[in-house]
């Protein structure tokens, strides 16, 4: 069964304290790994793709990484700003051809003190 | 910005009558998503469209019914409102123009009492 397991379900940091977050998928034929942020009360925002092994992405403090069975998100010198849930997914070919249904992960709740 | 507006935003509905939410897109995507969110279940599929008229169910699309006439939007319709669909909807749009990628809406917030 197609799956995406996310971990820890939360984390505290302090500020500065650099972590990472684990997002482990099973899926048959990846067709990409997403990352989204999402803040309370709001929709998830869009981070990265990553389409293969080995492939890295960096934006700011945030840098995501995939191999064939997991991706991570490391986060360098976190802030404040940076708490917020953080979601994967994964898309999984739906039943018509050339759709796809996107499978999620329930998030890592991350808060950084300052 | 993916051009995704959501209506209503919140809504409080009494059980047994009918809710519909509005997502409505501007940008021509061909793919739209209906997610709820829920402690504990993350975001789960509901339905999804690949096209005017052309739907599919998600996993969890028991008691509810979608309706996409118009490319630009994509109906959400509770044929008959239960507690246990008070949730958060998340309308969604995805295009093999933009590498796959789904884009969400700021959600909906339905109350069932």
């Known amino acids: 069964e197609d799956q995406v397991t996310q971990s820890p379900e939360a984390l505290r940091l302090q500020e500065g304290e650099s972590s990472s977050l684990n997002c482990s998928y099973t899926?048959?034929?990846?067709?990409?790994l997403f990352w989204y942020r999402q803040d309370p009360g709001k929709g998830p925002e869009f981070l990265f793709t990553?389409?293969?092994a080995g492939e890295e992405k960096e934006k700011e403090r945030l840098k995501a990484t995939l191999t064939k069975k997991e991706s991570f998100l490391h986060i360098t010198a976190p802030k404040p700003e940076d708490s917020a849930t953080y979601l994967c997914?994964?898309?999984?070919?739906?039943?018509?051809?050339?759709?796809?249904?996107?499978?999620f992960g329930t998030g890592t709740r991350l808060k950084v003190l300052a | 910005d993916a051009g995704i507006t959501q209506s209503p935003r919140h809504k409080v509905t009494e059980t047994g009558t009918p809710v519909t939410l509005r997502c409505h897109q501007t940008e021509n995507h061909r793919y739209m998503y209906w997610y709820r969110q829920d402690p504990g279940h993350g975001l789960r599929l509901i339905h999804y469209?690949?096209?005017?008229?052309?739907?599919d169910k998600g996993e969890v699309s028991d008691g509810y019914s979608v309706s996409r006439s118009k490319t630009e939007d994509f109906l959400l319709t509770l044929e008959s409102a239960t507690s246990s669909q008070t949730s958060v909807y998340f309308c969604a749009i995805s295009d093999v123009n933009s590498g796959n990628t789904i884009y969400f809406g700021e959600g909906s917030w339905l109350t069932v009492v």
């Open positions: 990553l389409y293969s």
């Open positions: 899926v048959s034929g990846l067709r990409g």
């Open positions: 997914a994964v898309p999984r070919a739906g039943e018509n051809s050339g759709t796809y249904k996107y499978i």
């Open positions: 469209s690949y096209g005017v008229k052309d739907t």
